[in-house]
């Protein structure tokens, strides 16, 4: 048996496949596009008071103030975020025009050490599965840096024409717009490059400052594009990721030929985002800490499995989506119960996305060797994977961890949305039972339920950039292809119109709704598509009514 | 990397303290140069009726995981020490100390700790205080959730 704090930083293994790279060469091929150089300031009570505008088009960098009348109006994060791209877009502005903005927006409690879950940022921009602005809430320690390095949110403009990356750097104050040629485009490595390139020093405490958004092949060519934002991990000694995966930001990211955004920050320490009343705040978060450590266990168990508690309670109550949310529990969902997972996820070192958060519901699988595509047999680290990659995985009948830990994998380092991916291919296979699609049509796809190998390898076809009939329409997601089955006059249009399960363009997140009149119209009303985290405005209203 | 296997860890022989809190000041001396003791010190000794009772680190480490930027490290002596330059104030282990000996003052955000520096042991007018050498896998048994609180 391991003991706590047995085992020092320094000596922790993943057992992963080391990567080398020439940082330096990969470097010296990048070519300035454009610098800028600001005055460091301070953040106060929360706000620093400017956000950063960078257009790629013209690769002009400025400056915005935040004035009060802003903080009291629209406070931060997604407040800020829907102000910035009000005021930058026109009526007929699309996901793929040179106007629409991509934003990571923070709120004055973003960088909170004391109070767990306060590592958050804000995404927003016109989503193309949509066309509406979508939003989506991410962990990582980008938020927290970008706040530090002197900024509310930054936004995106433009097109760049070759690949890019903007660095954020806030040790020397500067912000910089320049090619990367030669950098791998897939999350995993590309961070792994990145975080090694752009700390200062070769020491995991330098690597630790340093925080990447990137997507990945995927996000190219598909809508389900998510943004990966990176966090660097001194015991395991990789940059872990956490995704903005809804609505396909990863998609208008690449559109814009980001390669990645990185930000560095010089030093922060506990009150960096100097509260009103630190005092307060720590004595409050202290309570919540040890609140955790006493009851987390016999509650959600969150420390230990993470989100994945949910699929038991869901598979309890009938709310698991299986088979293309035909069912909501299965005989077979024990095999996916959060032990299962638990057995997989590397135990005993803390998992918090951002420092402090002892909540840590994110977990990893190291040393996974991965089973399928250009990346076979290699050993990495997994993030996740949490509920939604485990409910999208039931979706389509995935019974085997393993698979669902492949199937993760594959997701975040291709950037593509596991909760997209799992509800459009559960529809493409539910339609494949029914006949409406065939082998023939899928492109030699076996689209059955549970075929994990024709998933994996549809994912491949997705990043290599396959142009098949079948691929760049699936790879749009369900709207879509129910158009495209509708033109060519296939199946009973209203089963085929019913069974794909999706509002506004956007695929539901992995909940079945029938136990909830609340729940459905949630769905369909909430303002970005039918996602979780704005649905429950809706359950809380309907409880006051 | 050679691990240590022993550590120096506070015995209270309760019998022999008469509540001075002595040991309290020279504490917080230690870590915040002020006499005050109380909140500023590491160790604390409070009177249960009629026995006096000690709470202070035991050096188990289970903070050293807690830890999300490595501030916390078990030295070669064996005692678990808080970096305060790296310490980016989360109160995640004080939050999670079992027992609640890791400490935290209103003057700072960085957390305290006891460092077995035997300062209280020296300003202990009873000698009631005492260094004792342990091997860190005994103190590692301790079950999880059966302590008390401390203050």
């Known amino acids: 048996m391991v003991f706590e704090g047995q085992v020092p930083i320094e000596?922790?293994?993943?057992?992963?496949?080391?990567?080398?790279?020439?940082?330096?060469?990969?470097?010296?091929?990048?070519?300035?596009?454009?610098e800028y150089s600001y005055k460091k300031g301070s953040v106060e009570r929360g706000f620093a008071n400017r956000t950063l505008y960078v257009n790629l088009s013209t690769n002009t960098i400025k400056e915005k103030p935040v004035t009060d009348d802003m903080k009291k109006r629209f406070t931060g994060g997604r407040g800020f975020g829907l102000k910035l791209l009000w005021d930058s877009i026109k009526p007929t502005t699309r996901w793929n025009s040179e106007e629409n903005e991509l934003l990571i927006t923070t709120g004055p409690l973003c960088g909170t050490t004391?109070?767990?879950?306060?590592?958050?940022?804000?995404?927003?921009?016109?989503?193309?599965?949509?066309?509406?602005?979508?939003?989506?809430?991410v962990g990582g320690f980008f938020g927290p840096y970008l706040k530090f390095a002197g900024f509310d949110a930054v936004e995106i403009q433009g097109k760049a024409k070759k690949d890019v990356i903007i660095v954020i750097d806030g040790e020397q104050g500067k912000i910089i717009i320049e090619t990367a040629p030669n950098e791998e485009i897939n999350t995993h490595l590309l961070s792994e490059q990145l975080t090694e390139m752009y700390a200062s020093e070769k020491t995991d405490k330098a690597r630790q400052k340093v925080s990447v958004v990137s997507a990945g092949k995927g996000a190219e060519n598909s809508f389900w594009g998510c943004l990966n934002f990176s966090f660097y991990d001194i015991r395991r000694k990789v940059p872990r990721i956490k995704q903005a995966g809804r609505g396909g930001l990863g998609t208008v990211f690449r559109d814009k030929k980001m390669n990645a955004l990185v930000v560095k920050v010089e030093k922060f320490d506990g009150v960096s985002n100097h509260p009103a009343d630190p005092v307060a705040l720590a004595e409050v978060g202290t309570t919540l800490h040890k609140e955790i450590r006493d009851l987390d266990r016999y509650q959600c168990n969150m420390r230990a499995v993470g989100t994945g508690h949910l699929v038991e309670i869901m598979d309890a109550y009938d709310l698991l989506p299986t088979e293309n949310y035909r069912f909501g529990s299965f005989p077979k969902a024990s095999k996916i119960y959060s032990p299962k997972f638990?057995?997989?996820?590397?135990?005993?070192?803390?998992?918090?996305?951002?420092?402090?958060?002892?909540?840590?519901?994110?977990?990893?699988?190291?040393?996974?060797?991965?089973?399928?595509?250009?990346?076979?047999?290699?050993?990495?680290t997994v993030d996740g994977p949490e509920y939604e990659t485990i409910g999208a995985c039931s979706n389509m009948s995935f019974w085997d961890p393993l698979w669902i830990v492949e199937f993760n994998f594959y997701c975040d380092t291709y950037g593509v949305d596991t909760i997209s991916t799992g509800t459009s291919m559960a529809y493409y296979m539910e339609m494949y039972?029914?006949?409406?699609?065939?082998?023939?049509?899928?492109?030699?796809?076996?689209?059955?339920?549970?075929?994990?190998?024709?998933?994996?390898?549809?994912?491949?076809?997705?990043?290599?950039?396959?142009?098949?009939?079948?691929?760049?329409?699936?790879?749009?997601?369900?709207?879509?292809?129910?158009?495209?089955?509708?033109?060519?006059?296939?199946?009973?249009?209203?089963?085929?119109?019913?069974?794909?399960?999706?509002?506004?363009?956007?695929?539901?997140?992995?909940?079945?709704?029938?136990?909830?009149?609340?729940?459905?119209?949630?769905?369909?009303?909430?303002?970005?598509?039918?996602?979780?985290?704005?649905?429950?405005?809706?359950?809380?209203?309907?409880?006051?009514? | 990397m050679d691990h240590p296997t022993t550590v120096k860890i506070l015995t209270f022989h309760s019998e022999k303290c008469k509540g001075c809190l002595e040991c309290e000041k020279?504490?917080?001396?230690?870590?915040?140069?002020?006499?005050?003791?109380?909140?500023?010190?590491?160790?604390?000794?409070?009177?249960?009726?009629?026995?006096?009772?000690?709470?202070v680190c035991n050096q188990r480490g289970l903070c050293l995981d807690m830890c999300p930027v490595g501030a916390l490290t078990r030295r070669k002596n064996g005692v678990v020490l808080l970096d305060k330059n790296i310490c980016i104030g989360c109160q995640a282990c004080v939050?999670?100390?079992?027992?609640?000996?890791?400490?935290?003052?209103?003057?700072?955000?960085?957390?305290?700790?006891?460092?077995?520096?035997?300062?209280?042991?020296?300003?202990?007018?009873?000698h009631a205080l005492e260094l004792t050498e342990r091997p860190i896998q005994m103190i590692k048994e301790v079950v999880y959730h059966n302590y008390k609180q401390g203050v």
Not at chain 1, 462 to 469: C, V
Not at chain 1, 519 to 543: A, C, E, N
């Open chain 1, 11 to 34: 000596e922790y293994k993943t057992g992963n496949t080391k990567h080398s790279w020439d940082v330096a060469k990969l470097k010296s091929a990048h070519k300035i596009l454009a």
């Open chain 2, 26 to 55: 020279a504490c917080s001396k230690v870590h915040f140069k002020s006499s005050d003791g109380k909140e500023k010190s590491a160790i604390r000794i409070t009177k249960n009726k009629i026995v006096y009772h000690m709470h």
């Open chain 1, 433 to 545: 039972e029914y006949g409406i699609l065939n082998k023939e049509r899928c492109d030699g796809l076996e689209l059955c339920f549970g075929n994990a190998d024709a998933v994996l390898e549809f994912l491949h076809r997705i990043a290599k950039g396959d142009k098949g009939e079948f691929i760049s329409v699936a790879s749009k997601g369900v709207r879509r292809m129910k158009d495209w089955i509708h033109k060519n006059g296939w199946g009973d249009q209203k089963i085929v119109e019913d069974a794909g399960i999706e509002s506004k363009g956007l695929e539901f997140s992995e909940y079945v709704t029938k136990e909830s009149l609340a729940m459905q119209g949630g769905y369909g009303l909430t303002l970005k598509g039918p996602q979780h985290d704005s649905l429950q405005r809706f359950l809380s209203m309907s409880i006051i009514m």
């Open chain 1, 342 to 380: 638990y057995e997989l996820f590397t135990k005993i070192i803390p998992d918090g996305c951002w420092h402090g958060c002892t909540l840590a519901c994110a977990k990893t699988v190291d040393g996974y060797t991965v089973m399928t595509g250009p990346y076979k047999g290699e050993k990495v």
């Open chain 2, 95 to 126: 939050g999670f100390c079992p027992i609640g000996a890791m400490r935290k003052s209103d003057v700072q955000i960085e957390p305290f700790k006891c460092i077995s520096c035997g300062a209280c042991v020296r300003a202990c007018p009873e």
């Open chain 1, 114 to 137: 004391q109070y767990p879950g306060s590592g958050k940022s804000l995404c927003l921009s016109i989503s193309p599965s949509t066309d509406i602005i979508c939003d989506c809430n």
